[in-house]
């Protein structure tokens, strides 16, 4: 709250627990509608992301994820040994790592993307503010023919 006063900010806190739980924390604004603005504000950073994204191949994940929910619906769990869910285990680890990866990819891209956009309207500044400065001399000079 002392942030969020100093900042004169809305502030947004999300903590899920190794178990599980969800902890949440906002200040002055309720939770859903900072989470709205953010959502809002980069609307077109998540959609161009999403984008990227459709093209990714998941075949092994959809299997995997079927595969740990059959385990975990077993009727009997205690059948499931140790080594199995340690496996299974394993096995998500590796396809979370990709999942990453492959979105840490995407976010560098889109950063460079956003680069180049910064870039290219910087140039088209330059040359718009060249234009008005060399209307200006040629309005001056106009005016003191005048």
């Given at each position: 709250r002392p942030l969020s006063r100093r900042c004169d900010a809305s502030i947004a806190l999300?903590?899920?627990?190794?178990?599980?739980k969800l902890y949440s924390f906002s200040s002055g604004d309720n939770l859903g509608k900072?989470?709205?603005r953010y959502l809002k504000q980069h609307a077109d950073d998540f959609k161009a992301l999403?984008?990227?994204?459709?093209g990714l191949n998941y075949g092994l994940?959809?299997?995997?994820?079927?595969?740990?929910?059959?385990?975990?619906?077993?009727?009997?769990?205690g059948n499931v040994s140790v080594d199995s869910v340690i496996q299974l285990e394993d096995h998500l680890d590796n396809a979370l790592s990709v999942i990453r990866a492959r979105k840490t990819e995407l976010m560098?891209?889109?950063v460079e993307n956003l680069k180049e956009k910064e870039k290219l309207l910087k140039?088209?500044?330059?040359?718009l503010a060249s234009q008005m400065e060399?209307?200006?001399?040629?309005?001056?000079?106009?005016?003191?023919?005048?």
């Open positions: 999300l903590v899920v627990s190794a178990s599980g900072i989470l709205d999403d984008r990227q994204s459709k994940h959809p299997e995997l994820l079927e595969i740990v929910e059959s385990k975990l619906l077993e009727s009997n769990v560098l891209k889109l140039e088209e500044n330059q040359v060399k209307n200006n001399l040629v309005r001056a000079e106009a005016d003191n023919m005048e």
